[in-house]
Structure formats: structure tokens, C-alpha cells
């Protein structure tokens, strides 16, 4: 569709796990422009999953120096940033970063999340968010505590805990500020800071920042930077942004973000809630229950690593055929799993292998596992919300294979709608920019304006039943796994004896 010559254009900037990913696009949704540049995750110990946010900064900024040389660049109207939660970063009272920041896949902070949520009953908790929403690693407090334990001199420095969507904001604007759906699990259904939360760790209320509404303008971009002056869209968290990215924004619509983790979620304005789920506090007439599991694309890529095969000839490799009822079967839980389980100290297996097994089996393996890893968060889903999810909306870097969002559909007996734009974070961002902005004015019409679908996939009723009876055998093997796992932990805390 052809842009008017007075068509405000919008920007939505997605600092994810693997890749910052930025969009430039019109009201009608014509992409004018994108940018891709991945960023590294380091783990230099057990547990450990860090980042440098001088990278997502470079690639961020790279992206505005070359939306600044299109022909459309000054009718930009407004920028919108979303990013990776729950990822956190210490800076000091001039903003800047003290260390790397620690990801959302981080599980060190583990035991101190378990000594957190002994200090405040299920009920006090619940009473406080809203909802029965887990401290667990990767949670704000979790993060001090083990900060404030294992790096002292840092923990004392700090005067900023940032998400790295409010670094990079706070890099254009000068600004320091957040929203109230990035700190789920700090608020409660007021949208602000819950006091019995926070007070759990010394020092939490003055180092987290003041939170604004996620369509509210920020500030603008400071001078000497490209897009100067701009407003800039306060934003929330990713699997938000990405909610609005696939389309969906109303009452019982279902989604399914597939990246480096699964991301899922329903809109219903029924609070019951379930143990594992997010509930997040009512924005906009939105309540969203929301599950994200620990390891999605994550999974392909560490077989990819391991076969020494690029992601692409492994997807080849998995299109001959159907999952069979003797095929392998894989739990993806390599670095432990979050909703609905929220157990750090599960492990990820192969089971049901043979002399026979091929790198194509343990393929098929591997995707199927991370569909039934979003089957039991969608099950939970469907009882927080007390609805029943027959079509989900489907996008991420992980849905571009066909492949994939076939064996998704077979495992989930459901229709996977898939979305056009592959980059649906950034897509929600410049949703929200656009809304911000005062040029688009309600979110449900931005979305159907904006996003468009590409192809719906339907499950296949035999392939369904096969996935139905793995699915239990699936859920008996983490449970049975558990002591085997508990036991090699504590086989690796063991020192052995030395004569002498």
C-alpha cells in the first residue's frame, strides 16, 4: 500500500536473547526498513548466562543510523522499544552498566529465590501480586539477593536495576524509568510496587525505577543522536510487545511466540489464575495470562552445536516424515524449565533411543519436545484464564519453519495462524510507538491494521492421537527423572578424598 506524503512512520526496536531485531515501518504496516545483528550469551560457569549490554547498544544504535538515511526518516513520529525480560542490569548512580548483565536464563540466583519465597506465605504473595506468581532465579529480588551475597562491592555500587529496554531508553533519553507489566511479580493489581514484595530485600525500593504507563512518552531522543528529538515510547516487555505483534489484543485470543524460549499466553478477564501461570495485573481492560517456558530455539541450537549441523540442514533433516509412537523422546530441559514447572534443577534427556536412532530422529525429537514443553503451559493457561484455547496466533524466529508449526499443531490438537512478520517483538514495539504517539489511538485497531496473517496450520487427527499418548509419557519422564537429578547434584558437591 502506498504511504501518503504526510504518513507518519513508526519505529519498534526488540533487544531479544540472541538477536536485537528493528523495524521501520508506516500506519498501514509497509515495512520501509529492518535491521537484524545477534549479540552473544556467555556462561562462564554452572548456571551462568550473561550479557554485555554494550552490544545490544551498538546494534540499537546501528539500527537508528541507517533508518536515519531513508527518504521517510523525518516523518518518524515515535520509537518504541521492547526487550528480553527477565534480564537484569546494575548500573550506577550515572546509569552506567557495574558488571554483565545477567539473562533471563541465569539460574544461579536459584537458592536465593528459595530462601525469598520461604519468607512470605503462598497466600501473603498472592494477596500482594494479585496472583500466584513465583519468586524464582529469575526474579528482580532473586537477583539482588544473590548479587548482595556473591558480589558485595557490586550490590553496594548499585543504584539502578534496569531491563535492558529501560537502559537502552535511558541511553537516548537520559531517562530512568520502566513499566508497570516489565515488573511483573514486583506489582500488584494497583500497578505499582508491592510493598510485602519488595520489602523481602533491603534496599529493592530505591534501586528499581519509577514506572510509567506503557504508552506514555518517555522522553525524546537527546541531541547529537540520530532521530533527535523523537518521542520515545515508555514500552513494556517483550512477550507483550509480541502479544501485539501477532495481532492480539482482545478477549480470548490466544498466543504462541516461539524464540530462544516459548512464549505463551491468553487474553481473559477471569483471575482464577493457576499454580505455574503469570497473572498480570489488569492494563487497558487486558489481562493476560502468560507462560514462558526455559528452552525453545535454545534446544535446536544446542543440537545444532552438537551435531555440528547449521539449523537449517537440521529442519531438512526432520521433513521426511511424522513422529512415530517408538521414536526418541526429548525433555527439553537443559537448563531447567520455568512455567508451569518452575524447576531449576531439572535436566534435559533423550530417552527411548536405539542403535538405530538418527541425527533426523533427534531432531524430530527435539522439536516435538518443545511442543509438549508449550502443551502443558497452554493446559495451565486454559485454567487461569477458565477458557478454552482452540487457535493460538503463532510467530518468533521459531515458527519460519513449516516443519515446526506442524508438529506444533499435532502436539497441541490446535490451529496454529501464523503471522507474516517474522520480527513480532519489534512489530508489537512499533505498535505500541504508534499508539504512544496519539497517530493510532486504540491498540485492537492498531493490531488488525498493522499485522497481518500468512497461513493457518491444522493438526492432524492421527498424528494428534500419537502425540496424545507421548505427551503422557512425557510428563512420566520429568517426574521420574527428578530423583536421578537430585541425586547427581548432590554427587557434584562432593569433594573427593585425597590420601596424604
Known amino acids: 500500500m502506498p504511504q501518503s506524503a504526510t504518513a507518519p512512520v513508526f519505529i519498534g526496536v526488540d533487544i531479544g536473547t540472541t538477536?536485537?531485531?528493528?523495524?521501520?515501518?508506516?500506519?498501514?504496516?509497509?515495512?520501509?526498513?529492518?535491521?537484524?545483528?545477534?549479540?552473544?550469551?556467555?556462561?562462564?560457569?554452572?548456571?551462568?548466562?550473561?550479557?554485555?549490554?554494550?552490544?545490544?547498544?551498538?546494534?540499537?544504535?546501528?539500527?537508528?543510523?541507517?533508518?536515519?538515511?531513508?527518504?521517510?526518516?523525518?516523518?518518524?513520529?515515535?520509537?518504541?522499544?521492547?526487550?528480553?525480560?527477565?534480564?537484569?542490569?546494575f548500573c550506577g548512580t550515572d546509569g552506567?552498566?557495574?558488571?554483565?548483565?545477567?539473562?533471563?536464563?541465569?539460574?544461579?540466583?536459584?537458592?536465593?529465590?528459595?530462601?525469598?519465597?520461604?519468607?512470605?506465605?503462598?497466600?501473603?504473595?498472592?494477596?500482594?501480586?494479585?496472583?500466584?506468581?513465583?519468586?524464582?532465579?529469575?526474579?528482580?529480588?532473586?537477583?539482588?539477593?544473590?548479587?548482595?551475597?556473591?558480589?558485595?562491592?557490586?550490590?553496594?555500587?548499585?543504584?539502578?536495576?534496569?531491563?535492558?529496554?529501560?537502559?537502552?531508553?535511558?541511553?537516548?533519553?537520559?531517562?530512568?524509568?520502566?513499566?508497570?507489566?516489565?515488573?511483573?511479580?514486583?506489582?500488584?493489581?494497583d500497578l505499582s510496587y508491592a510493598a510485602p514484595?519488595?520489602?523481602?530485600?533491603?534496599?529493592?525500593?530505591?534501586?528499581?525505577?519509577s514506572l510509567s504507563d506503557p504508552l506514555d512518552i518517555v522522553g525524546t531522543v537527546q541531541p547529537g543522536r540520530p532521530f533527535a528529538g523523537v518521542p520515545v515510547a515508555t514500552g513494556t516487555m517483550d512477550a507483550w510487545a509480541g502479544m501485539f505483534g501477532l495481532g492480539v489484543a482482545r478477549d480470548g485470543q490466544a498466543m504462541y511466540l516461539s524464540g530462544t524460549s516459548e512464549v505463551l499466553g491468553v487474553i481473559s478477564d477471569h483471575r482464577r489464575g493457576a499454580e505455574g501461570i503469570i497473572t498480570f495485573p489488569e492494563w487497558r481492560r487486558i489481562t493476560l495470562h502468560a507462560g514462558p517456558t526455559q528452552s525453545g530455539g535454545a534446544s535446536l541450537a544446542w543440537l545444532s552445536g552438537l551435531l555440528s549441523k547449521n539449523i537449517a540442514a537440521l529442519v531438512d533433516l526432520a521433513r521426511p516424515g511424522p513422529i512415530l509412537g517408538t521414536a526418541p523422546l526429548f525433555l527439553p530441559h537443559l537448563d531447567g524449565e520455568r512455567a508451569p514447572l518452575w524447576d531449576a534443577e531439572s535436566r534435559g534427556v533423550f530417552a527411548n533411543m536405539t542403535g538405530s536412532t538418527s541425527a533426523a530422529d533427534l531432531t524430530r525429537a527435539v522439536m516435538e519436545g518443545v511442543a509438549f514443553s508449550a502443551r502443558m503451559v497452554i493446559e495451565a493457561l486454559e485454567e487461569a484464564g477458565q477458557t478454552s484455547i482452540q487457535t493460538l496466533r503463532h510467530g518468533g524466529g521459531g515458527a519460519g519453519s513449516d516443519i515446526w508449526c506442524q508438529i506444533r499443531a499435532n502436539v497441541l490438537g490446535r490451529s496454529m495462524e501464523r503471522v507474516t512478520s517474522p520480527e513480532t517483538g519489534a512489530m508489537g514495539a512499533l505498535v505500541m510507538a504508534g499508539c504512544a504517539s496519539g497517530e493510532m489511538t486504540d491498540l485492537v485497531e492498531a493490531t488488525q491494521t498493522l499485522i497481518s496473517k500468512d497461513r493457518t496450520f491444522e493438526p492432524d487427527p492421527a498424528a494428534h492421537e500419537i502425540a496424545n499418548h507421548r505427551y503422557e509419557a512425557f510428563k512420566r519422564l520429568y517426574r521420574s527423572l527428578g530423583p536421578v537429578n537430585a541425586t547427581l547434584a548432590r554427587a557434584s558437591t562432593v569433594k573427593p578424598q585425597v590420601d596424604g
Open 197 to 209: 514484595i519488595l520489602d523481602l530485600v533491603p534496599r529493592a525500593a530505591s534501586v528499581l525505577p
Open 96 to 189: 552506567g552498566p557495574l558488571g554483565l548483565a545477567l539473562t533471563w536464563q541465569d539460574t544461579r540466583p536459584a537458592a536465593a529465590a528459595a530462601l525469598l519465597e520461604a519468607r512470605i506465605t503462598p497466600e501473603a504473595r498472592a494477596a500482594a501480586l494479585g496472583a500466584p506468581i513465583p519468586i524464582d532465579a529469575s526474579h528482580a529480588l532473586a537477583r539482588m539477593a544473590w548479587m548482595g551475597q556473591t558480589r558485595p562491592d557490586l550490590w553496594n555500587q548499585t543504584a539502578h536495576v534496569l531491563l535492558p529496554k529501560d537502559f537502552a531508553i535511558f541511553v537516548l533519553t537520559g531517562m530512568v524509568r520502566s513499566d508497570p507489566i516489565s515488573a511483573v511479580g514486583l506489582v500488584g493489581p
Open 19 to 89: 538477536t536485537v531485531k528493528a523495524v521501520m515501518a508506516g500506519p498501514n504496516g509497509a515495512r520501509l526498513d529492518s535491521y537484524a545483528a545477534v549479540h552473544a550469551t556467555t556462561r562462564p560457569e554452572p548456571g551462568a548466562a550473561e550479557q554485555d549490554p554494550a552490544h545490544w547498544m551498538r546494534s540499537v544504535e546501528a539500527a537508528m543510523v541507517q533508518f536515519a538515511a531513508h527518504p521517510m526518516a523525518s516523518r518518524v513520529a515515535a520509537i518504541g522499544i521492547t526487550s528480553q525480560v527477565n534480564t537484569h542490569l
